[in-house]
């Protein structure tokens, strides 16, 4: 079964800030998740990649399928931004395997 | 946009109750999924539908079962709940096929007392 480590478990950050968030995984996937939780619970999808690079405003997703990692970015980092980013990943069927996850929080 | 909706919030039960989670779909999605999330474990899969009337077991599924009758309603049963129960619990589903994000719903937070 794929283990999925997510690296820092907790980061504070300053308005503004350029921010970088890991994940690792040990066995080969076909696609990977980078999800968002705000506090209530509540998560939102922000990137499906299997390849290369996606950007979506001030995220910022990348993979290196070779070295089995991934890093979310974000630029200018605003306290909206403040929530626990998940790492899934996915092998040959539906299901996903997660990463427990690392806290952001974003002070003014 | 896709919706996704759990019949509650927060609930609270007594051990050894049945307890019905239900959720459901507004996009026709063919898949469907039921997760527990707790503190320092993340999210674990319990039960899996890809179909109507099909499922198959997840990482935890010892203590749940679940029923889909109808294609846009999952519902998650506890048959006799324990405190090692509490937990937030989460529907998603996914349209079918292989390759595509999930759409979550808001949660259920249960205590089992």
């Known amino acids: 079964k794929n283990e999925v480590e997510q690296s820092p478990q907790n980061l504070t950050a300053q308005e503004g800030e350029f921010i970088t968030i890991n994940c690792s995984y040990s066995v080969g996937i076909s696609a990977l998740h980078w999800l968002q939780q705000h506090p209530g619970g509540g998560i939102v999808s922000l990137f499906m990649?299997?390849?290369g690079k996606k950007k979506h405003g001030r995220l910022i997703a990348t993979i290196n399928i070779q070295e089995k990692h991934s890093s979310l970015h974000i630029t200018a980092s605003h306290p909206r931004d403040s929530a626990v980013y998940i790492c899934?990943?996915?092998?040959?069927?539906?299901?996903?395997?997660f990463g427990k996850g690392t806290k952001l929080t974003v002070n003014p | 946009d896709v919706k996704v909706t759990q019949s509650s919030r927060y609930l609270v039960k007594r051990t050894g109750e049945k307890v019905f989670l239900e959720c459901v779909q507004d996009?026709?999605?063919?898949?469907m999924f039921w997760y527990r999330q707790d503190p320092g474990l993340g999210l674990r899969l319990i039960y899996f539908s890809y179909d109507v009337k099909m499922k198959e077991k997840g990482d935890i599924p010892e203590g749940y079962s679940v029923s889909r009758e109808k294609k846009e309603r999952f519902s998650l049963i506890l048959e006799s709940a324990s405190t090692n129960q509490t937990s937030m619990y989460l529907c998603?589903?996914?349209?079918?096929?292989?390759?595509?994000?999930?759409?979550f719903g808001p949660g259920t937070r249960l205590t089992v007392t």
């Open positions: 899934a990943v996915q092998g040959g069927s539906e299901k996903l395997v």
């Open positions: 996009m026709d999605h063919e898949n």
């Open positions: 998603a589903s996914s349209p079918g096929g292989t390759y595509y994000e999930q759409y």
């Open positions: 990649l299997s390849s």
